[in-house]
């Protein structure tokens, strides 16, 4: 199995910050990553795929970057409807998701 | 725009089947292109991702839950549903259906269900 984790787990942070957020790999999956924002009691938003791909009506302040094992989730512009909590799923062999990291307000 | 809608029971017993529908709209199943997954989020935790079905019967798994784990698409219904059988407590969670964004990105899941908790519980 292709584990996946991610860091800060929590992570605060004003509007206006520049946010980073990284997944990582136990093995290479080459760019087959994705990223979600889930809100509470909601179903998670794909926001990029295939590492840095954008999808469709998300905002640009959004971007992805990486390949092999370690990948990254900027958001460049902090807005308040930002703040959620993001996953990582890779879909190199099947599918596994990274355990979240929530961003909340400082 | 497609939604996709989970149904089915909210308590389950322990060591029987857990059984959920998926109904889509605005789209038709049967036009393929997509592929229809099953995901499952245990409370507070993160995601598990349990299966895919293509419009065509075709399925993959889960190896972990594999063994347990049965997707059938009904297109006449414009449905498809999940059987997970001999549940424990550790099956609890929010079932979630969704699809993938299309254009050969099946594991993108682009349109997702609002989500269905099942209890298992005696």
């Known amino acids: 199995d292709i584990q996946m984790t991610q860091s800060p787990s929590t992570l605060s942070a004003s509007v206006g910050d520049r946010v980073t957020i990284t997944c990582r790999a136990s093995q290479s999956i080459s760019s087959w990553l994705a990223w979600y924002q889930q809100k509470p009691g909601k179903a998670p938003k794909l926001l990029i795929y295939k590492a840095s791909s954008l999808e469709s009506g998300v905002p640009s302040r959004f971007s992805g970057s990486g390949s092999g094992t370690e990948f990254t989730l900027t958001i460049s512009s902090l807005q308040p409807d930002d703040f959620a909590t993001y996953y990582c799923q890779q879909y190199n062999s099947y599918s596994t998701f990274g355990p979240g990291t929530k961003v909340d307000i400082k | ?122």
Do not use: M
């Open chain 2, 1 to 122: 725009q497609v939604q996709l809608q989970e149904s089915g029971p909210g308590l389950v017993k322990p060591s029987q089947t857990l059984s959920l529908t998926c109904t889509v709209s605005g789209g038709s199943i049967s036009s393929g292109g997509y592929y229809w997954s099953w995901i499952r989020q245990h409370p507070g935790k993160g995601l598990e991702w349990i299966g895919y079905i293509y419009y065509s019967g075709s399925t993959y798994y889960n190896p972990s839950l594999k063994s347990r784990v049965t997707i059938s698409v009904d297109t006449s219904k414009n449905q498809f549903s999940l059987k997970l059988s001999s549940v424990t407590a550790a099956d609890t969670a929010v079932y979630y259906c969704a699809r993938d964004r299309g254009l050969g990105e099946f594991w993108a899941l682009s349109h997702w269900g609002q989500g269905t908790l099942v209890t298992v519980s005696s």
